[in-house]
């Protein structure tokens, strides 16, 4: 049988026995498995699943970096405490520190405005479009077939968005297909509920990655719309969203061996990339990755000893690079243990050699080869592309002047020929990055970070330096100090006013602008936009080329009775399981729930495990009616399943057989971090908080009556 007729509609198509818990499936695949789902234990029907108008996917929104999920008629959405903890950061100061005290409004009028970039976003339509996407970039290759895809892309875009509906084309299959993405934005997004640090975040990074856990991870916010009832920016005038459906909390909990299902927005997986870049992410880029957050976060936690006010100023971005080193540092530890490498490149190999017999093989392989080879080049270069782009990424002031350096760019041209995220549509949410810049940005902190980047950067061979960061920075670490004195010393784009003011200048006039940063930002700016040309050249072959190797892949594991999905890419995706326990090693085996006296036997009183009085007193007290596991009367804190999930599923509902919300996903355990890019079915485990625990915290602790009310579980 050749290989184009098996693949016909198998991209979308499924394994017959695909199991329960490995996959990320599109809704649109749900029906396809609708058997495993039932003999699961599901006792809904999976149709449902795939219709993004109806519950309970349509109560599933991401927000922040993550996921949340409506939870009342009135706008309440809840998701992580760490999803949640930039809008908690951006309420805080010193004499009013929401990150250690908590915060619970007492009224709606108390409810407190996101940072002004936060969002939330709900998925109304998911369609395919490839034929529309790829039709100009037949026949072309390189930065041509990138920008013919990028060409339709916008355009369809453009067609799509209107009345606060923001869209995007979604590649799946590296290429193979696009689906555009319909999403509904909203931009009033206020802080009701959130724990104290040493609730939602209990045990900090010494837990992170780690089971048994005792965290409640979990803050409540509320959407707003203007009065007409369409998405807004904040306005006390404002009114509550009412989304089309929410999900119901469950009073029952959950026990081992129970259903559990789990909807959401994973970020990135790589399981179908080849061997080789399996080898290149653990050889080169987890270890170096690794070592150059860990000097930021190093940063940052010296700084803020210093200095309690930059101390909370930087608090968000110190989490999320904490999180982010152990996860690098885990997934390579879980890459290594699982011998990822060999096992990749031999069934990469296996692959081949299937294929070598098939009647397509004289198309394919061709442009498989020439993949292969392209992925094999840029090592050369990928150390300073790594430093270069985390200058932007890692800083405040100084991405403020790139971002407004490069709007100088592209607003003369047509908006369809605009870069992706500085074209109109992107305007909105720029400005609102710049209007929160000093609620994150201390000027000692950030050369402090540029410093620790660009001296790295210094150390590079001399045939990867770029001459326009030499310019700026200089070559030695002298001229580097000497510089940052310079720009930082004399730059106005610390202030609103200025920045503002920039926002809505000209092309020319910021081009005329002698501020020192701006003069850094446009001095840097060509070796930024050849670093980007390279890329999107690079980018372009592997779009036209990589759907030859998934094309062999997808085939090839469907003849062997394996899951077949897209690797995750922020689009909404299902998971489905159960309540599993976990034999981490030999004679090591971890029950799947914890319970508040794991609390107590970790509590030193020292941060991280420094557990609030107010926990601790009602803990001792013992009030747990209503709550408690019915079995062991036990009170609920966390959980285990075999749930398939990933970085952007935190804050995903987990649903019991009924569609209820039991828990919500907030972490994976250590062994299996490294399932983004391969999943072993003996390690990979997802961790959430139990819904008993928040509603129990609600009533008993930091109690809530009227907003437990308006949740549909009333306080006991």
């Given at each position: 049988?050749?290989?184009?007729t ?22 649109s695949?749900?029906?396809?498995i ?16 795939a219709?993004?108008t109806?519950?309970?996917?349509n ?15 009135d ?5 992580n405490?760490?999803v949640a903890?930039g ?13 250690t005290?908590g ?9 407190l405005?996101?940072?002004?970039d936060y ?16 039709a100009?970039?037949?026949?072309k290759t ?9 060409a339709?892309s ?21 290429g193979?297909?696009f ?22 975040n209990?045990?900090?990074?010494v837990?992170?990655?780690v089971?048994?856990?005792?965290a ?12 007409d009832g369409?998405?807004?920016d ?10 089309p ?15 559990v ?10 399981r ?7 080898a ?18 190093d ?5 803020g000893?210093?200095?309690k006010?930059?101390g909370?100023r ?17 997934e390579l530890?879980?890459l ?19 294929l ?20 094999a080049?840029?090592?050369?270069v990928?150390?300073?592309d ?24 592209e ?6 020929e605009?870069?992706s ?10 400005q ?22 660009m001296?790295?950067y ?7 330096r ?11 670490p ?6 940052l ?7 106005a ?22 501020d020192?940063l701006?003069?850094a930002?446009?001095t ?10 390279e ?11 990589r ?8 085939a090839?594991r ?11 890419n ?5 998971s489905?399981?159960?309540v ?10 971890y ?9 107590v036997?970790k509590n ?8 609030p009085?107010p926990?601790?007193d009602?803990i ?7 709550y408690?596991?019915p ?13 398939d999930?990933?970085?952007?599923n ?9 569609g209820?919300?039991?828990?919500l996903n907030?972490?994976s ?8 890019w ?15 625990y928040?509603?129990w915290?609600?009533?008993k ?10 949740l549909g579980?009333?306080?006991?």
């Open positions: 049988m050749r290989i184009r098996m693949m016909l509609g198998a991209a979308m198509a499924l394994a017959l026995d695909a199991k329960a818990d490995e996959g990320m499936w599109l809704p695949q749900l029906p396809g609708a058997k495993n789902l039932k003999d699961a234990g599901f006792r809904g029907d999976p149709k449902d699943l219709d993004l109806r519950a309970p996917l109560a599933v929104v991401r927000i922040g970096g993550g996921t949340g999920s409506f939870v009342s008629a706008g309440l959405v809840v998701t405490h760490h903890f809008v908690i950061q951006y309420n805080s100061k010193p004499d009013r520190d929401l990150i005290e915060y619970v409004a007492a009224d709606r009028a108390g409810e405005p996101a940072n002004p969002r939330l976003r709900v998925t109304v339509g998911f369609d395919k479009v490839t034929d529309q996407v790829l100009g970039a037949r026949g390189g930065r041509a077939y990138f920008d013919a895809v990028d339709a916008k355009a369809l875009v453009a067609a799509c968005e209107k009345d606060g509906i923001k869209c995007s084309v979604a590649n799946m299959f590296y193979r297909d689906y555009l993405v319909r999403q509904l934005e909203l931009r009033d997004i206020r802080l009701v509920y959130a724990p104290p640090r040493a609730i939602g209990y045990g900090d990074e837990d992170n990655f089971w048994p856990r005792h409640g991870d979990f803050t409540i916010l509320r959407a707003y719309v203007g009065k369409k998405p807004a904040f306005s006390p005038d404002n009114v509550p969203y009412h989304p459906s929410h999900l119901q909390i469950s009073t029952e909990g959950v026990a081992e061996g129970d259903f299902m789990l909807a959401g927005y994973p970020g990135i997986t790589y179908h990339r080849t061997a080789a870049e399996f290149d992410q653990i050889e080169w880029r987890l270890p170096t990755s690794v070592a150059v957050l860990k000097a930021l976060q940063v940052i936690e010296a700084e000893k210093a200095d006010e930059a909370i930087y608090a968000s971005q110190l989490q999320t690079l904490k999180n982010g080193i152990k996860r690098f540092s885990g530890e879980g290594e243990r699982s011998d990822a490498v060999t096992v990749r490149r031999e069934d990469e190999a296996a692959m081949l050699a299937w070598a017999t098939q009647p397509d093989a004289k198309t394919l392989k061709p442009q498989i080869d020439q993949a292969m080879a392209l992925i080049q840029g090592k050369d990928r150390e300073r790594l430093l270069v782009g985390l200058l932007s990424s890692q800083t405040q002031l100084m991405r403020g002047a790139l971002s407004i350096d490069r709007l100088a760019v607003r003369p041209k047509p908006d369809a605009r870069e995220g500085y074209q109109k549509r992107d305007e909105e949410l720029i609102s990055q710049l209007k929160q810049i000093q609620r994150r940005y201390d000027a000692r902190v950030e050369k402090a970070l540029v410093t620790s980047l001296t790295r210094q150390k590079l061979p001399e045939g990867q770029l001459p326009e960061v030499d310019k700026v920075f200089g070559r030695t002298a001229d580097l100090a000497k510089a004195d310079h720009i930082y010393g004399a730059t784009f610390g202030g609103e006013p200025e920045r503002t003011r920039l926002f809505a200048a000209t092309p020319a006039e910021i081009e005329k602008s002698n020192a701006l003069v930002a446009r840097l700016r060509p070796a930024l936009l050849r670093i980007e040309d890329r999107k050249a690079r980018e372009g072959d592997l779009l036209r080329l759907p030859s190797y998934m094309q062999a892949l997808i090839y469907e003849k062997q009775g394996k899951a077949v999905y897209p690797d995750a922020s689009t909404l995706r299902v489905y399981g159960k599993t326990p976990l034999k981490a090693r030999d004679a090591v085996t029950a799947p729930l914890t319970t508040v006296q794991g609390i036997e030193t009183g020292v941060a991280p495990f420094d557990a009085k926990l601790l009602a001792r007290k013992g009030d747990f009616t209503g408690a596991d079995k062991t009367g036990a009170m609920p804190v966390d959980f285990l399943s075999n749930l999930t990933t970085g952007g935190s804050g995903s509902p987990v649903l019991n057989a009924k209820e919300l039991v828990g907030f972490d355990n250590w062994e299996a971090v490294s399932a983004s391969m999943y072993d079915p003996r390690y990979k485990r997802a961790i959430h908080v139990d819904m008993r928040m509603r915290l609600m009533d602790v930091y109690p809530s009556p009227a907003l437990l009310k308006e579980v009333p306080a006991k």
